[in-house]
């Protein structure tokens, strides 16, 4: 039979979550995030990352919906606060399409998650990111 007014059975207490909800994110997301995590921030170097989901509306970031794990790039924190406040304008001002490089470490992951390649990737980022912009951004921050 269906639900019915006022059955509450297989729900746990009151506080606490129901075991049978969904994660918010699967197994293979969370050991990609982690691989992430041994990176450094991919335009500042910081260590202090968030993973940066990219993508836009055309590569399947909604409202709910997070972008493709082939978008996701380290971030500092900070960074990252101001890049989901706005987020095609940071780019363009960093100058650094994330996308392509995005693809590249994911691309990196899926071959076998090789570190030291994956810090070229950064390393080319980072060499190529507007450091004043940066600078500008993690001061107006603290």
């Known amino acids: 039979m ?6 509450f059975s ?11 909800l969904p994660k918010r994110f ?3 997301e969370r050991a990609y995030f982690a691989w992430l995590h041994e990176l450094p921030c991919c335009v500042s ?13 055309s590569e399947g970031k909604g409202i709910g919906r997070k972008a493709a794990l082939n978008t996701c ?7 990252h606060r101001y890049e989901e406040a706005n987020r095609e304008g940071f780019w363009l001002n960093v100058g650094v399409d994330p996308l392509p490089n ?6 990196i992951y899926q071959s076998g998650g090789n570190l030291e ?15 004043h912009f940066m600078k500008q951004i993690l001061r107006a921050q603290r």
């Open 10 to 20: 297989g729900r746990g207490p009151l506080g606490q979550k129901d075991q049978s």
């Open 73 to 79: 790039l380290p971030l500092s924190k900070p960074l």
């Open 26 to 28: 699967s197994a293979a």
């Open 102 to 107: 995005a693809q590249r470490l994911w691309d």
């Open 45 to 57: 170097g910081r260590i202090d990352i968030d993973i940066a989901h990219t993508g836009r509306l």
């Open 117 to 131: 390649d994956a810090d070229r990737v950064i390393r080319s980022m980072q060499a190529r990111a507007d450091r």
């Open 2 to 7: 269906g639900f019915q007014a006022g059955d």
